[in-house]
């Protein structure tokens, strides 16, 4: 039964790979200064000013208005990487189409391997990592170091010792989508050293209610999945009927949901990935921190906004801003889907 909804889900990540961006846009690592694994060995340092001032650099950078000199920002660059040294191993655990690509700029020495459930998601990473690796040979004469990817669900890939272990595991928009996020926790916990980082995001829960109502209008089309035609031609008319539809509520045609689904844009994988993904039971935040701690995790930062607080950031006191996160979505008031970021304590029993 499970084993049908991760098959679905691979169907539907093979249709419509994510976030799939055009090959010649490439993350600008300035406004992902929080994911570089040096980020989370400063907060373990406790060098939390210069944590703070990451943050900040990269709200400023996606906002258009950083000022920073190219000698300030290879000394910054020069602090993390001494945080994260090139001998730390990373893993990206469904990386999708440009996660690959953003941490081999953040991490250009460190071994780095992703894992996904589609095969097209891969097959695009590796010609976004193979066309910038060109761009840099041009611009900076300096090849990208491979990235290795691994095909497969990761409840089948992460329990083989072969892997090996890692000091930092990210899992970014993957926990909730699975029919049982333990199979994925429990032996991601299970590759971290001791020490080691493992970054989350996943989605607000009682938030997307409406998209999960939504999304249950398509079930009837991915339960067919297995008769190919019909299925490809039911889910491609319904596919356009729902990007004309999302045409519509970008130009304002629709009072009750302009607002409501302004975040889609006008983005041809958005839309899918909000409305017709089928497998998002979703994952109530109160849980994962608690299974999480069972794991042998600890806490050691979280992210959220609030629409009447604006960003939580747990810095000080991790988990009094994951309480505040929890209910603020519980009050259907938070604006963004929280990352946390949590460290491996002890050994996994
Ligand atoms: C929403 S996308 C996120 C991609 C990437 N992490 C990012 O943030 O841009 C989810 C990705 O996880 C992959 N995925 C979902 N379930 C998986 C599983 N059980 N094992 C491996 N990959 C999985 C999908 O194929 C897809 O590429």
């Known amino acids: 039964m499970e084993q049908l909804k991760i098959e679905k889900m691979r169907q ?25 694994g040096g980020f989370a060995q400063l907060l373990l340092q406790g060098r939390l000013l210069l944590a703070e001032k990451l943050w900040n650099l990269a709200v400023k950078f996606s906002k ?20 994260f040294p090139k001998s730390k191993r990373i893993l990206l655990v469904g990386c999708g189409t440009d996660e690959p690509l953003l941490f081999r700029k953040l991490h250009p020495q460190n071994e780095i391997i992703g894992i996904d459930l589609s095969r097209r998601a891969i097959q695009k990473a590796r010609k976004k990592i193979s066309f910038h690796s060109i761009i840099n040979i041009i ?24 892997l090996g272990s890692f000091d930092f595991i990210q899992c970014f928009g993957v926990l909730h ?20 980082i493992l970054r989350l995001m996943v989605y607000s829960y009682h938030g997307r209610k409406l998209e999960r109502r939504i999304q249950s209008r398509y079930s009837h089309v991915w339960n067919q999945f297995l008769q190919k035609k019909r299925f490809r ?6 596919y356009i009927l729902l990007r004309f539809w999302q045409f519509l509520n970008f130009l304002g045609f629709f009072s009750s949901t302009g607002q ?12 899918a990935d909000a409305l017709m993904h089928p497998s998002d039971p979703g994952w109530p935040l109160p849980y ?6 069972q794991l042998g995790l600890e806490l050691i930062y979280c992210e959220g906004k609030l629409e009447k607080e604006g960003h939580i950031l747990g810095f000080e006191n991790p988990i009094l801003a994951w309480n505040k996160i929890v ?10 889907n929280p990352i946390l970021i949590f460290r491996k304590a002890s050994k996994v029993e």
């Open 12 to 36: 539907f990540y093979d249709l419509f790979p994510y976030p799939n961006r055009p090959l010649m846009i490439s993350p600008n690592i300035e406004a992902h200064l929080t994911a570089h």
């Open 327 to 336: 209910e603020g979505d519980k009050n259907q008031e938070l604006l963004t």
């Open 288 to 293: 994962i921190y608690e299974q999480a701690t």
């Open 233 to 238: 031609i039911e889910i491609l008319l319904k």
């Open 64 to 83: 258009g208005n950083l000022e920073l000199s190219k000698e300030e920002w290879n000394a910054l660059l020069i602090e993390m990487e001494e945080a």
């Open 260 to 271: 409501r689904f302004r975040y889609l844009g006008l983005g041809s994988v958005s839309v």
């Open 139 to 162: 611009t900076n004469h300096k090849k990208f170091k491979k990235v290795e990817f691994l095909l497969g669900g990761a409840e089948m890939v992460l329990p083989e010792k072969a």
């Open 177 to 196: 989508h699975q029919p049982d996020p333990l199979s994925i926790l429990f032996p991601m916990v299970e590759r971290l050293n001791a020490g080691g």
